[in-house]
C-alpha cells in the first residue's frame, strides 16, 4: 500500500508542478489574442505569427493541462448518475473506465502520433505559410508528451480507486502537503 501511495503521489506531484507552471500560458494567451485583436481592428495590419502564436498557445495549454485537469477531476462529466454514487461506486466508475478506456486511448494516441511527431521532427518542420511561426515539430512534439501526462494521471486514478474500492483510500496528496507544509512553516 504504502507503494501505491508513493507512485500516486509521485504523479499527482508531477502534474501538480506541471499544471500549475502551464496555467500561465493562459494568461499570455490572453494578451497575445488582445494585441492581435488590437492590430487587426485598430491598426488594419494581421499577422500570421502572431495568429499562429494563439493557436500554439492554446495547443500547449490545452494538451500538458489536461493531466492536472484529470487529476482535479474538473474534466466535464455528463454522467447523471455518477454524481449519485457514493465514494465506492464512483471509485469503481473510474477504476473500470480508466482500465477500458482512457489508458487504451492514451496508449492509442501515443502509438498513433509516432511517426506524425518523428516526420516532422526529421524535416525540422515549420509553417508553411509566409510569416508563419517556426519550430512547428516542437508544437507536434506535445501531442504524445501531453498523452503521455493523461496515461501516467490515468495510472494515477486507478491506484487511487482500486485503493477506495477495497476499502483502504488513499488520502488526498493535496491535503497530505499543505499539512506538510504547515508543520514545517
Known amino acids: 500500500m504504502k507503494l501505491i501511495q508513493l507512485i500516486v503521489r509521485l504523479i499527482d506531484g508531477l502534474n501538480t508542478k506541471i499544471g500549475q507552471a ?3 500560458l493562459s494568461t ?3 494578451l497575445v489574442v488582445c494585441y492581435d485583436v488590437f492590430t ?11 495568429q499562429e502564436l494563439e493557436w500554439h498557445i492554446f495547443a500547449v495549454l490545452f494538451l500538458l493541462a489536461a493531466a492536472y485537469t484529470l487529476k482535479e477531476d474538473g474534466h466535464v ?28 486511448f492514451s496508449i492509442l494516441v501515443l502509438w498513433a502520433s ?8 526529421a524535416i525540422q518542420e515549420t509553417s508553411p505559410d509566409p510569416g508563419g511561426l517556426p519550430y512547428r515539430y516542437l508544437l507536434k512534439a506535445m501531442v504524445p508528451a501531453g498523452f503521455s501526462l493523461i496515461l501516467i494521471q490515468g495510472i494515477s486514478l486507478i491506484l487511487r480507486s482500486f485503493c477506495t474500492v477495497i476499502g483502504r483510500p488513499l488520502e488526498d496528496s493535496t491535503s497530505t502537503d499543505q499539512e506538510e507544509e504547515q508543520q514545517h512553516a
Request: hydrophobic share 55%.
Open 28 to 30: 499570455l494567451l490572453v
Open 77 to 104: 462529466r455528463v454522467d447523471v448518475f455518477y454524481t449519485l454514487l457514493s465514494p465506492r461506486g464512483q471509485a469503481w466508475v473510474n477504476l473500470v473506465g480508466g482500465i477500458i478506456f482512457l489508458v487504451p
Open 22 to 24: 502551464i496555467s500561465w
Open 114 to 121: 509516432k511517426g506524425f511527431v518523428s516526420m516532422s521532427w
Open 40 to 50: 487587426r481592428y485598430f491598426l488594419r495590419k494581421s499577422s500570421v505569427g502572431v
